[in-house]
């Protein structure tokens, strides 16, 4: 009976949530993205560089992966005096099986990617609960095409935060931060996690901001992040970004660098991209990223991934993909993919 409520809650709050919606003309919406692919690889479990996103041998034959599909849930309610309150959750879906993702299986997070209450106005917004961090959240949306969505092509968290996931994996919990307005194209971000509670990323009391500037076709911006790492013991890990992005119109290239330090090793990694429109319904992907140190064996080894996409767009809402990509690991054979996908957002 128990797992019959916790499978059937998403659900229920879904329901309820547009019911609501429906009756009191309030601003809630339920939205969700629905992504998979096949993937053929040469990967293999040993002696072989990692690859984002692919936890078993492929053997070269098509496999069907989840890319990162999920659904969520937000809101906002407006208080009078330009003041508002709203809220947002999300959680991961695991297309393959119907199941929950996001640390839904190992955490029990029914909403494992976001899950904020927040009060706004004119003077910028505060907010509360288990969310991205601002540098994390920079990094996701700076210089990786496909935006960490779980397939093999992404430049992905391990190489864009130059392994400083070891420490955060992104999200805090019990964090309290705040959004700024924008002042003439510039906005930052501040967040704290004073909580001792542990996840299996690591502790939280986190510490981090970001700084962005938007003016026109041109975003760069800086982030920073401090966390007391695994053991909530000094010394504190911290990591730095800069990223950058400028759009002519027929080319849209971005970069990222970063610097980390995780149990007293240093990495350093950076991402150079680019993206193009092809016709009225197309989008080239092209990336290279290198980091330092991938950990992939117990010496030194340096990771470089260079992948290329096509992305096809059927409507506002639909896309056909397909990827391929080659990673290379310092005293490893290379790994190599191919993909085909489709994505649906609603």
């Not at 119109?249 to 980390?260: E, I, L, N, W």
């Not at 005293?331 to 993909?339: H, I, M, P």
Request: with cysteine; glycine share 14%.
């Amino acid at each position: 009976m128990k797992r019959l409520f916790v499978k059937s809650l998403p659900i229920a709050i879904a329901l309820a949530l547009s019911s609501g919606a429906a009756h009191a003309q309030s601003a809630v919406t339920v939205y969700g993205s629905l992504n998979v692919g096949l993937v053929a690889s040469n990967f293999k479990t040993t002696g072989q560089t990692p690859v984002q996103g692919t936890n078993a041998a492929l053997n070269n034959k098509f496999q069907m992966m989840d890319n990162s599909s999920l659904w969520g849930v937000r809101g906002k309610e407006d208080l009078g005096g330009g003041l508002y309150a709203g809220f947002s959750l999300e959680g991961g879906i695991n297309l393959n099986n119907g199941t929950g993702g996001q640390d839904f299986a190992t955490q029990g997070r029914l909403f494992g990617r976001n899950a904020e209450i927040k009060l706004g106005g004119d003077f910028g917004e505060f907010y509360a609960g288990y969310v991205l961090s601002p540098a994390g959240l920079q990094l996701l949306l700076a210089a990786d095409p496909w935006y960490w969505n779980g397939n093999q092509a992404g430049m992905g968290w391990t190489i864009q935060q130059a392994n400083y996931t070891q420490t955060n994996y992104l999200r805090t919990v019990g964090t309290i931060g705040y959004r700024s307005p924008d002042f003439n194209g510039v906005t930052f971000q501040l967040a704290y996690s004073p909580s001792n509670r542990e996840n299996v990323y690591g502790t939280s009391k986190d510490i981090g901001g970001a700084l962005t500037y938007r003016s026109g076709p041109l975003t760069v911006g800086v982030g920073f992040d401090r966390s007391h790492g695994l053991t909530n013991d000094i010394p504190t890990n911290h990591m730095y970004d800069i990223v950058g992005s400028y759009d002519f119109g027929f080319v849209k290239p971005a970069f990222s660098y970063t610097r980390s330090s995780v149990n007293n090793v240093d990495y350093t990694s950076y991402v150079l991209a680019a993206t193009a429109p092809l016709g009225g319904a197309g989008l080239l992907k092209a990336a290279y990223g290198h980091l330092n140190d991938c950990l992939c064996n117990t010496t030194r080894s340096e990771l470089s991934r260079i992948s290329l996409g096509y992305q096809h767009n059927l409507s506002k809402r639909t896309n056909l993909y397909t990827n391929v990509s080659r990673s290379k690991a310092e005293g490893l054979s290379a790994a190599n993919t191919f993909e085909v996908g489709v994505e649906h957002n609603f």
